[in-house]
Structure formats: C-alpha cells, structure tokens
C-alpha cells in the first residue's frame, strides 16, 4: 500500500490503523509525481489518495497513476465530499472513494475490498454512482450551480465566495466535470452548458 496525502499526521495515523490489519505500507508522499515514481517501483495493491493535495486537485493524475502500476486499485480517501468529485474520481479510474470522516471499520474494510480489486464507495456518499454508467452525463445540483456562475463570467474565487466553498473545491468540480464530459477548456465547459440547457444565461454572453 502506498499513501498519498500531503498531511504528515494524516499518513500517519492511517498507517497506524492499517498495519494492524494486515496492510503493509511500502510508501508514502505528499506529492502526486513522486507517488507515480513509488508505485512505479513497488506495484502496491492499493494506493490511498487524497483528493486536493498543495499542488492543487489530482483528479488528472490518477489515470497515469495507474499507467505506472496497471492493476493497482486507488482509493481516494478525502475531506472532499461533493458528489461531482466522487463520480469525477470514479470517472478517472479511481475504484472507491471514502470520507475522512468515518469509521476505523469501514477504513479497513474499505481498503481490503480495493486491495482486492473491487470498488467502494462509502454509502452516505452514494454507493450507486460506482455501478450505473449514466452516472457520467448527469449534473448533480452543486456543478450545475458552478456552470451558472462560470457562464456569467465569475472567476474561481468568485464563485467559491458564492457558494461558500473553498477555490481547491471549485477548481477540483471544474477538474472533475471535464474529465468526465471530455472536455478541456472553460469555455468547452460553457458551450456544453448552453446546449444542455444547464445555465441560466442563453444570452450572447
């Protein structure tokens, strides 16, 4: 198992969770290139990942994650809670996603059923959105008040003083909605807005 956060206590205390349960820690950072190096290196079982580290989102790193250790599963192991970032992370390759706010039960259980290579999402967080693949054309609330607010022309920040989230959390559903539409820029997010009818403004904004 290789841990990624970029919290030192927070790596360390999960290690001292998991040990006992049988899980044997073969790295741990709190940089997403160096965690491509270590898995590269030790093709853990499991890798543990925050979702916002102080690079910014690392929902576009994920997939080469996994290029460096094909048939590693990664749980994501967050403060974030947004269903976007879920089914964002998902979308991205990610097998489970697991509030930092939960039980030692469910941590373990958690990491032993990725470590086996099945999925988990912690059910208050919505354990269907890892079986039903209509997941990833579907807008929850939250992203499409964020794609209102970005049409209008609110920059990051703007947006997150409105709605009362951090910038890292509206940056990370940005991240998240484009990599699960396939889209690469704002103002694709925008136009894709526009014809789906998920904004308020249909102006010559």
Do not use: W
Not at 86 to 94: D, I, P, T, Y
Not at 150 to 157: A, E, F, I, M, S
């Amino acid at each position: 198992m290789v841990l990624v956060d970029d919290h030192l206590t927070v790596r360390a205390g999960t290690r001292a969770l998991l040990e006992p349960e049988g899980f044997a820690v073969v790295g741990e950072t709190a940089c997403e290139r160096e965690a491509a190096v270590i898995v590269a290196q030790q093709r853990p079982d499991l890798l543990m990942l925050d979702m916002v580290l102080h690079t910014g989102p690392v929902l576009a790193a994920i997939a080469g994650l996994l290029k460096a250790a094909p048939g590693m599963g990664i749980l994501v192991h967050s403060a974030h809670e947004d269903p976007a970032l879920v089914r964002g992370a998902l979308a991205a390759g990610a097998s489970g996603y697991l509030s930092k706010n939960t039980s030692v039960p469910e941590l373990v259980l958690a990491a032993r059923t990725v470590a086996s290579g099945g999925r988990y999402v912690q059910p208050r967080l919505g354990a269907d959105l890892a079986d039903v693949p209509e997941y990833a054309r579907e807008l929850s609330p939250r992203e499409r008040q964020i794609l209102d607010l970005l049409t209008d022309g609110h920059t990051n920040r703007e947006v997150a003083a409105h709605l009362a989230v951090s910038v890292r959390t509206v940056e990370s559903i940005r991240a998240a909605l484009r990599n699960r539409l396939g889209l690469v820029s704002r103002a694709d997010l925008v136009a894709y807005a526009r014809r789906n009818g998920s904004v308020r403004a249909q102006g010559n904004r």
